[in-house]
Each structure stands twice: as structure tokens, then as C-alpha cells.
């Protein structure tokens, strides 16, 4: 007998932004019974469940408010593949046969500004961060300028990224930022890390999201259109590849983990970048969406300029991409963002995503969160 | 006395020539900075310290345009710094703090020099253009 198929029979967000006096875990909470609503269950049908939070406290607490049914909860803490990790575990755990049902949820709340990391968690002296080394930030813009240098993309390029994201978080009643902004006031907004401004980097923020999980062969007695999760893959940097919190790296340059994640996730879904028809990718910054779009196969090296220049990656385009305002406009709460992006697909691969619903009837989705230290985990989706 | 390193074992110091301390996989060749204990290619842990090479090129670069949060110590009063990865040619590429920190001064493939320069009460490395290759801002 050949493992059962996972599909996604329900789906939850709390809205991202601030949230004053609402604590990570409520977000969750929130989130979970959303998701439980939408697929027609109560917590105790739940036969496990895995979530995860940077800074919003230990996800299995969340069982105090949702009922002590005394269901396995494993806690998952892997940085920006938080969600990823979770959903990949659930996913196994469904093909394994150790349940029919279970529960994955993200959720977190983070200080306002940059994040501020220790050195001593990466392995790392102390002198790197004291000597203002260890700042994200610093490294998306070391990665994009020499990208940009490369294959020939220019300001424009990343002020179109940065617009689209603030013109579909516009469209989208759960994100953070919802007012649209020219590409010309993103441009003129300070500079954070040339070629960087301020518009064009996403700020920590809070938010929760949950999804329920199915055997595929039993996903109709919960959801008149059940999203298939093809795959779910997670990778870590191989030796070569250009990466965050490094103080040196190799001359020799390998593909990264996003490339790696991305090319077993199609593999192992035997469907082919081109199948796509709507797309989520890391934009911790627009330089990042520009460069993971082409990481993960969705186009060639240097055609992100014409296509922005186009409005291919537009919700109207051949390839939307980051349709819910992405990182950039919803924020990045880790521990949620990255489930953030299966929600977005799979609503609109059921088209339910309202304003903002890619045209066309979409039947394939893909998702991509990468983050520190070199990470990345990739979900196909197919209805 | 000289003022201390911001680390030790992180570069040479005091030293008429200071140098970075990386190490070398006696298996595979690779290099690495800073010094670390086994490789990160073929995971070999037959490693020796290497002194790095003093020239190189700027590989990338940005500016840092805000106060990092702790644990950075620099000065309160902030001040935009450069930060590139500098290319030790048949070695490694090492992330380092710039001495310049206009954008109209820095390009990709710059000639760059090690130096060693101060940082709060201490010390800390750096990379600063070449004599000869510093762009002429006045005709960027
Ligand atoms: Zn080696």
C-alpha cells in the first residue's frame, strides 16, 4: 500500500501588523480555530499538531486555550522555515500513517526595528556583532548589489517590486501595509543599505496562521475544494553558496539552499516550474524576490527587469507573484510568514481570495521562504 | 601599550604588516577565515592556521545606513559605514568593515588593502581602497 496524499482542508490567519495588547500565542490561537472552522472540525478531531514561534512563546501552550485532548503537539523552532518545517513534519506524519488529521500553526510577535541576533546561537565570536557585521539587512543588500552587478538589474527593478507588493497589500484585508506607494517614494525614502531603502525592506511585525491537514483520500468530507500538497522540502547551505552571518566564504560559489529546496520540491511533485500559475517568495526585501524568483526556476537570470518592466509577476500577470503584498507589505512575524504564503495559495487556488484573486482559474502554487543561516524551505500545491 | 584587538586570534596585532588569521585544510586546500578547527567543504579537522594575504578586491558592498541594535558597541553618535566581502585572491572571501562609506567611491572590483583601524577603545580590521585605485568621486 503506497503512503497516503496530504491535502490542505483548512486554512486560518490573524491579521499581520500590530497588535497592541493581543499576545503571539492568541494570534495563533485565533488562527487555529479559523482554520478548524473552515474545514468543519473541532480540536478534539485533531489527531496531532505542529507549530512554532520565534518570540511569541512555546507554540504547544496553545492547548491551555484550545482544549487539553491530550493530542501530541511537538514545538518547531528552525528561524524563517519555522512554518515550513512544521508543515513538512505534519505532512510526514500524515504519509506515515501516524494520524488522519492534524494541525500546523505559526504565529509570532517581534520588537519593533531590525532584528538584533547573537553571534554566540550562530557559532559565531562576539566581535562580529559588536563590530556591526551581523546585521541582515546589510547582507540582503551585499547579496543584491552584486546580483544587480551580475546581470544587469537596475533601482527601477526593485522600486517596481516594492510598489506591486504595497498595491496587492492594498487588496488584502489581513495585511499590514496597505497603502499603495509610487515607485518614486520608494525610491526617495532613505537609504538603508545601498541600494536599499527604507520602502524596500519588510519590518518584523506580528501575525498567526494555521492550516489543517488531510489525508488527500479523505479531504472531501472536510472541503468542497481541497488544495493537494505536492511536496514540502527544507535544505540547509551547501558548502560555496553566498550566505547571511558569514565572515568569510568560499571563492568557489555553489547554488543555495533556495535552489537546492526548490528544485527536490518540483522533483518530488513532478511538476515543473512552468506549471505554475501563482507564486510566493521570500521578499524580506525587493532585491530578495528578484533574485529567488530566479533561484527557485520561475525565470532565467537577468529577466526579472523586463519582466517587472511588463507587469508579468502583477496578480493580472503571466506569473503573479507574492499576491498578498508578500514580506514587504503583511510584515514578518517568522514564525507565521512562511505559512503565511501557503494560506495565499491555497485561497487562491480554491478562488477565494476575493479582491485581489488571481484570473484564470490557477491549479498550481508554489511557496519559498529562505532566512539565517542559509535556509530554505519550498511547498508545491495543486488543486 | 597598543590598543587591544576587538578579538583575539582574529588578526595580527601589533604589527608593522598586520595580517587576517585564517586557516587551511590540509586535505582539500580550502581556506577559511576566521581560523575554525575542521572543513567546511570535506569535513577533514587536519587544519593549520594560514595568514591571509593583505590585498584583494571588493566582491560587494553596501553602507550600513542605521545604528545597529545590540550587540553592536560602536559609537553612539552613528555614523554610516561601509561593509563589503573583499575577494583574497586564491583564498577566500572575507566580510569586512570599509573605510569609505560613499557609494560614489566604492565599485565592485576595486583594488583594497587590509588596515587596521580603531574602534571605540579597541581595534578592529578593515579594508580601505588601493593607492592608485580609489574612484574619483568627482567623475563617478
Ligand atoms: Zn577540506
Known amino acids: ?383 | 601599550m597598543p590598543a587591544q584587538p576587538v578579538a583575539d586570534g582574529l588578526f595580527t596585532w601589533p604589527a608593522d604588516q598586520p595580517r587576517l588569521i585564517g586557516s587551511r585544510c590540509r586535505e582539500c586546500g580550502v581556506v577559511t577565515f576566521p581560523a575554525q578547527r575542521s572543513c567546511p567543504r570535506c569535513t577533514s579537522v587536519d587544519v593549520e592556521e594560514r595568514l591571509l594575504g593583505r590585498t584583494g578586491t571588493l566582491y560587494t558592498w553596501t553602507v550600513q545606513g542605521f545604528r545597529p541594535k545590540p550587540p553592536y558597541a560602536g559609537p553612539e553618535e552613528f555614523e554610516p559605514y561601509g561593509v563589503g566581502y573583499v575577494e583574497l585572491p586564491g583564498e577566500v572571501l572575507v566580510e569586512t568593515r570599509l573605510t569609505v562609506a560613499d557609494p560614489d567611491r566604492l565599485r565592485i572590483g576595486m583594488a583594497v588593502e587590509l588596515v587596521i583601524v580603531p574602534f571605540g577603545d579597541q581595534v578592529t580590521y578593515a579594508f580601505a581602497p588601493s593607492e592608485g585605485d580609489a574612484v574619483d568621486a568627482s567623475r563617478a
Open chain 1, 1 to 383: 500500500m503506497s503512503a497516503p496524499e496530504v491535502a490542505i482542508v483548512g486554512i486560518g490567519i490573524h491579521p499581520f501588523g500590530r497588535h497592541d495588547g493581543v499576545s503571539g500565542r492568541a494570534m495563533g490561537v485565533h488562527a487555529v480555530r479559523e482554520a478548524l472552522g473552515d474545514a468543519g472540525v473541532g480540536w478534539s478531531d485533531v489527531d496531532f499538531a505542529f507549530g512554532g514561534s520565534r518570540d511569541g512563546g512555546n507554540a504547544d501552550a496553545m492547548v491551555a486555550d484550545l482544549g487539553l485532548t491530550g493530542l501530541p503537539f511537538v514545538n518547531v523552532r528552525n528561524g524563517c522555515a519555522t512554518g515550513g518545517s512544521a508543515l513538512v513534519a505534519a505532512s510526514n506524519a500524515i504519509r506515515a500513517g501516524a494520524g488522519d488529521l492534524g494541525v500546523v500553526v505559526g504565529f509570532d510577535k517581534h520588537a519593533p526595528g531590525a532584528f538584533g541576533s547573537d553571534p554566540a546561537a550562530y557559532g559565531l565570536g562576539a566581535w562580529y556583532g559588536e563590530t556591526g557585521l551581523m546585521v541582515t539587512t546589510q547582507f540582503f543588500a551585499l547579496k543584491i548589489q552584486r546580483y544587480m552587478h551580475d546581470h544587469d538589474i537596475t533601482g527601477a527593478a526593485l522600486a517596481r517590486v516594492a510598489a506591486k507588493a504595497f498595491r496587492n497589500g492594498a487588496r488584502n484585508p489581513n495585511a499590514w501595509r496597505r497603502r499603495p506607494l509610487s515607485e518614486e517614494e520608494i525610491l526617495a525614502a532613505p537609504m538603508i543599505a545601498h541600494p536599499l531603502t527604507q520602502y524596500m525592506f519588510c519590518s518584523p511585525g506580528e501575525g498567526g496562521v494555521a492550516l489543517v491537514l488531510a489525508r488527500a483520500d479523505q479531504a472531501s468530507r472536510y472541503c468542497d475544494r481541497p488544495v493537494h500538497l505536492r511536496s514540502a522540502v527544507i535544505r540547509t547551505r551547501r558548502f560555496g553558496s553566498f550566505e547571511v552571518f558569514s565572515p568569510g566564504l568560499a571563492l568557489e560559489r555553489a547554488d543555495s539552499p533556495s535552489v537546492d529546496a526548490a528544485r527536490a520540491a518540483f522533483a518530488q511533485a513532478g511538476i515543473g516550474p512552468e506549471e505554475v500559475a501563482v507564486a510566493q517568495v521570500q521578499d524580506t526585501e525587493a532585491g530578495a524576490e528578484i533574485v529567488h524568483l530566479a533561484e527557485c526556476g520561475l525565470c532565467k537570470d537577468g529577466e526579472q527587469e523586463e519582466w517587472l518592466a511588463r507587469g508579468v509577476t502583477d496578480i493580472d500577470g503571466a506569473l503573479p507573484v507574492n499576491t498578498d503584498g508578500g514580506c514587504l507589505a503583511n510584515g514578518e512575524p517568522i514564525g507565521a510568514s512562511g505559512l503565511r504564503q501557503v494560506y495565499e495559495v491555497v485561497a487562491q487556488l480554491r478562488g477565494r481570495a476575493g479582491e485581489r484573486q488571481v484570473p484564470g482559474d490557477p491549479r498550481v502554487g508554489f511557496t519559498h521562504v529562505y532566512g539565517a543561516p542559509g535556509i530554505s524551505a519550498c511547498t508545491v500545491l495543486s488543486r
